[in-house]
C-alpha cells in the first residue's frame, strides 16, 4: 500500500520535504507519495480535514501556519505545547494529534558539531522558531540562554512560559557567548543581525535556522567574515524531518545520508 504524506505552507514552492521524505522512504523501502499543498489563508482548516478525511497519513505544516495547526489538535506532545505551534499532524482513533520536531532537529543537527553542556547560549529571534527552540536547548543543559529580538517586548513575553533564559537589549549582549542562534527570519530579506565586534571576535559557533542549499545564508556569510565555525539549518530541516517520520511510520531513518545526498560535501 502506498502512504499518502504532504507538507502545507505558504509559499510552499521551494519546499525541500517531499525530497527528504522520498529518500528516507527509499532507505527503508517504503512506498511513500508526499506532496506539497499551497496553503489557503481562507481555507487552511478545511485543507487540512480534507487531506485526512481522504486518507492522508501525515501533513507537515509550515509558516505560517503551524499555530493554526496547533489551534485545530485535540491532543498535543508536551513540546509541541511549549512551542504553542506544530509541525507535524496525523490522526489516531479518528482524533487530530500534533507535535513540534522543530527542536528536536536542532539538536540532533548541533550534536554533529558541539556539545552544547555548559554552553553559553545566544538566540536571536523571538518568533515560532525560538519558542520550539528553547526549551530543548534548555533541556541540553546549556549554562545560560540570552534572548535577543528586533522587538524587545515579544521576547520579553516569552519569559512567562521559559522564565530560565535572560531578555537583554541589543546594545546589552555580551561578549561571554559560546553558541549564537540565529532565529530570525532576516535572510528572507538577504539580511543578517549584526552583533559587536567584541562578540564576533571570541569566534562564537554559529548556528543559522535559515538554509540555503547552493550558498551560503546571510548570517553564515557574515560568520564566517569573522572565522566563526558556522552551519546553516538545512541539517535541522532533515533532523525534523526524520522526527516526523518516526511518528508517523515508526522507523527512524538515516539522516547523514540524505543530508549528503541533498547537499554532497
Ligand atoms: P517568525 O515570523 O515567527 O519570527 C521571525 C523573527 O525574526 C521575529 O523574532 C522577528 O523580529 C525577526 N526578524 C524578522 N526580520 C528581521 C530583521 N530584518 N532583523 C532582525 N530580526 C528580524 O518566523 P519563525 O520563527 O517561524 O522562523 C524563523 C526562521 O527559522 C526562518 O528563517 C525559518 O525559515 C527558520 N526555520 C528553520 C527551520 C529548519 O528546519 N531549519 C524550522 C523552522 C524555522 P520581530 O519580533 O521584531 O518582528
Known amino acids: 500500500m502506498t502512504l499518502r504524506c504532504a507538507v502545507i505552507g505558504n509559499p510552499i514552492g521551494h519546499s525541500l520535504s517531499p525530497l527528504i521524505h522520498q529518500y528516507f522512504a527509499e532507505q527503508v523501502g517504503l512506498s511513500l507519495t508526499y506532496t506539497k499543498i ?27 501556519y503551524k499555530e493554526r495547526a496547533f489551534a ?17 499532524l496525523w490522526m489516531k482513533d479518528g482524533q487530530l494529534l500534533a ?16 556539545d552544547l553542556t555548559n554552553k553559553q547560549l545566544l538566540i536571536c529571534g523571538a518568533g515560532g522558531a525560538a519558542r520550539g527552540i528553547i526549551m530543548p536547548l534548555f533541556e541540553a543543559k546549556a549554562a545560560k540562554i ?8 515579544k521576547a520579553q513575553r516569552l519569559l512567562t512560559d521559559f522564565p530560565f533564559i535572560h531578555c537583554v537589549a541589543a546594545n546589552a549582549i555580551e561578549s561571554s557567548i559560546d553558541v549564537i542562534i540565529n532565529a530570525t527570519s532576516a535572510n528572507f530579506e538577504g539580511k543578517t543581525w549584526v552583533f559587536p565586534e567584541s562578540l564576533m571576535a571570541t569566534k562564537p559557533f554559529c548556528y543559522d535556522l535559515a538554509y540555503a542549499v547552493d550558498e551560503p545564508t546571510a548570517f553564515v556569510s557574515y560568520a564566517i567574515q569573522y572565522d566563526c565555525p558556522s552551519m546553516d539549518g538545512l541539517g535541522m530541516l532533515v533532523e525534523q524531518a526524520a522526527e516526523a517520520f518516526f511518528i508517523w511510520h515508526g522507523v527512524r531513518p538515516e539522516t547523514t545520508e540524505v543530508l549528503n545526498r541533498i547537499r554532497p560535501q
Open 99 to 114: 507535535d513540534n520536531t522543530d527542536g528536536a532537529g536542532l539538536i540532533n543537527d548541533l550534536k554533529r558539531s558541539i
Open 72 to 88: 485545530m489538535a485535540l491532543l498535543k506532545t508536551p513540546r509541541c505545547q511549549q512551542a504553542l505551534s506544530a509541525n507535524t
Open 38 to 64: 499551497q496553503g489557503d489563508d481562507q481555507w487552511f482548516e478545511e485543507q487540512v480535514k480534507c487531506f485526512f478525511n481522504q486518507g492522508g497519513k501525515g501533513l507537515n505544516i509550515t509558516a505560517p
Open 146 to 153: 540570552t534572548l535577543v529580538n528586533r522587538t524587545l517586548e
